[in-house]
């Protein structure tokens, strides 16, 4: 079969990219009501509006803004013009999803699975449809494409780091029950995103 017919048509990878982006606002959603924290660079943005109680949907836009460079020099015009639009109605829906989903409760624990399944699973879509969230992202994509370093295990190191700074800030209680979402999430994507296994693009 052709590289031609391997090729995810436009309609494809807009759907592929739109399923991606409501999983991760949903995820996100469970995990802010929780009061949970993540990593990779929405981890970061979640910890700013925290500590300082601005919206993560302006956070997590400005955040991201850095890595496009990288993006547009290393991974393409398309994969960054992509992401920009991803992280960008990301940033619109997680204002909006309190509005027509409210959560009443969910155990702790169920919900960090939640988070990390939905999320995790978000980005797998996106991943295979030429997108991602921007930040980390971008870095652990590009690493994987240039060393066969998986993306997951780029993402769990730098999730490492932001953890230790999260302990420091959070309660210990709250940052094990986010460290578990965040296990669920990148194993999902270590173990299932290989362009080895998945030709498309």
């Avoid at 300082?52 to 994969?79: D, I």
């Avoid at 619109?92 to 988070?115: D, H, K, S």
């Avoid at 939905?118 to 494409?145: C, E, K, N, P």
């Amino acid at each position: 079969m052709s590289d031609e017919h391997l090729k995810h048509t436009a309609l494809e990878d807009a759907q592929g990219l739109g399923l991606g982006v409501f999983l991760c606002s949903v995820g996100i959603h469970v995990l802010t009501h929780l009061g949970l924290v993540t990593g990779q660079t929405a981890g970061l943005a979640v910890i700013l509006s925290y500590v300082t109680g601005w919206s993560f949907g302006a956070v997590f836009f400005v955040v991201n803004l850095p890595f496009y460079a990288l993006a547009w020099q290393r991974l393409g015009r398309t994969f960054t013009l992509k992401s920009l639009g991803s992280v960008t109605v990301l940033s619109i829906l997680t204002e909006l999803m309190p509005m027509g989903f409210r959560i009443e409760y969910v155990q702790p624990a169920l919900g960090a699975v939640l988070f990390g399944a939905l999320t995790g699973l978000g980005l797998l879509a996106m991943f295979r449809h030429g997108g991602s969230l921007g930040g980390i992202g971008v870095v652990a994509l590009y690493v994987q494409d240039t060393t066969g370093f998986r993306a997951g295990y780029v993402q769990l190191i730098f999730d490492a780091v932001l953890f230790s700074v999260a302990a420091l800030l959070f309660p210990l209680s709250i940052v094990a029950l986010s460290l578990l979402g965040a296990v669920v999430l990148n194993l999902i994507i270590a173990v299932n995103h290989r362009r080895d296994r998945y030709v498309a693009t």
